[in-house]
């Protein structure tokens, strides 16, 4: 296959001499039969879990589409890689690349202690305006979970991924900086903020807000999902997480009316009957919302939320289906998106062969669906359940299997391989 893509310098890395570009359009994305996905190892254990992620999607890819279609990757360099190559966590080659051929790949990245970058994960999301963190959390049939019926849970979260309290605006005790700012709001707004304190600033805007619910609407309309959840503590917070749910509502009603019921209209107006075909937009009390996702998961499908109480609510819902490890991952923005394993770097089984690359398996099962790529997503889908309900799993899942056997993340991928059947 020849390459055929914009001519693009690098500082340390050289594009493929194969594949093409994923292009940008006003309808998506256009995807050719090979396109050229940058793909970020990771830090600690990313180095394991990501050559077995593409060892199953390359596999997948190559039985559905009979050699019709593959993926080229691209390696690029964020974390110690880079620093090691760069001098520096997150070189802009890395946003140069990801930014130019729009779909990457990304393992968990080691965040820098004592300096540098808050989050590198942050930094991506701010620096390529990945606006949503799109996060499924669906039961696969065999995982050990706490839940009595963890078949129950199947929400797709979205995520707020550049404001709230993630911004990053704060001020240590003690500065100069942030005197100022305390000086500043008792003199001005006659409020009396202890001397002593650290200051934060919690930005939530109404365009943040509204395109990111919708992204939540449009998904769950193309995908036939049953309603909306907008998740806040506008109770308390009226003019950050209330806002956020009044524009959200906004939105809903000024650009999507054909397609959806608040609940009030449900109650007055259809009697609790949901009408055919539309979907139900609702909200929740943020730690309302907690308690009701474990006790009635069923009760939800589609749920937009700010950034913290995203991060929150992602991770519990995952603990649900087995935790972390069981869970994908996509930062998405108007086209650009990466997709990423949700858990961290746990360097101390790094480079043994023995980690979980499921996270990251799924999360590379979503770039194929953003791919329009579904019939090789659907494959590896089905082989993973299959691998798990025979019992052939990783040291975390086979310490709580009866039964189970232990394998290798290498030979765990392999298994999965070996179930991807026409």
């Known amino acids: 296959m020849k390459s055929r893509i914009t001519v ?3 500082d340390k890395i050289e594009a493929p001499t194969e594949g093409e570009e994923i292009k940008a359009t006003d309808c998506g994305i256009s995807v050719p039969d090979n396109p050229i ?5 990771g830090d600690g254990i990313g180095r394991d879990i990501m050559k077995a ?3 199953v999607i390359d596999a997948a890819v190559r039985k559905v589409y009979d050699g019709k279609r593959k993926i080229v990757w691209f390696e690029v360099y964020a974390g110690q890689k880079a620093c090691e190559k760069y001098g520096e966590w997150l070189p802009e080659d890395t946003l140069k690349a990801i930014g130019h051929f729009i779909v990457s790949l990304k393992g968990p990245l080691t965040t820098p202690v004592g300096g540098g970058y808050r989050s590198l994960n942050v930094a991506l999301r701010q620096a390529l305006d990945l606006y949503a963190c799109v996060r ?19 929400v797709i979260i979205f995520r707020e991924n550049t404001e709230d309290v993630y ?3 704060e001020w240590g005790q003690g500065t100069e900086e942030v005197k100022k700012v305390i000086a500043f709001l008792n003199k001005n707004f006659d409020l009396y903020i202890p001397g002593d304190s650290g200051i934060g600033v919690k930005p939530i805007s109404i365009k943040n807000t509204k395109r990111l619910v919708r992204m939540a609407i449009k998904y769950a309309i193309e995908n036939k999902r049953r309603s909306v959840t907008l998740v806040h503590k506008g109770n308390i917070m009226k003019f950050t997480e209330g806002a956020f749910r009044d524009w959200g509502y906004q939105v809903a009603k000024e650009e999507f009316a054909d397609y959806i019921v608040t609940e009030d209209e449900l109650h007055n107006k259809y009697n609790n009957n949901m009408p055919e075909g539309k979907i139900l937009i609702n909200d929740r009390i943020a730690d309302s919302m907690f308690q009701q996702i474990l006790l009635r998961s069923d009760e939800y499908d589609v749920i937009a939320t700010p950034n913290l109480n995203g991060d929150y609510l992602s991770d519990a819902c995952a603990a649900c289906v087995g935790g972390i490890g069981m869970a994908p991952s996509a930062n998405i923005g108007d086209h650009v998106a ?9 360097p101390k089984y790094a480079d043994k062969d023995m980690a979980n690359p499921t996270s990251l398996i799924l999360s590379a099962v979503m770039m194929l669906e953003y791919l329009g790529w579904q019939k090789a997503a659907e494959k590896v889908k089905t082989a993973l359940g299959e691998t798990i309900m025979q019992k052939q799993v990783t040291y975390d899942l086979e310490r709580l299997m009866e039964g189970a056997t232990k394998l290798k993340t290498s030979e765990f991928a392999s298994a999965i391989i070996e179930n991807i059947r026409f």
Do not use: L, Q, W
């Open 8 to 10: 693009i310098n690098f």
């Open 37 to 41: 996905i940058s793909v970020i190892e």
């Open 53 to 55: 992620a593409r060892r």
């Open 136 to 154: 499924p959390v669906k039961y696969i049939r065999g995982v050990p979970s706490p839940m009595r019926y963890p078949e129950k849970m199947d």
């Open 167 to 169: 911004a990053g605006i």
């Open 338 to 346: 990466i997709f990423e394993a949700t858990h961290g770097t746990a």
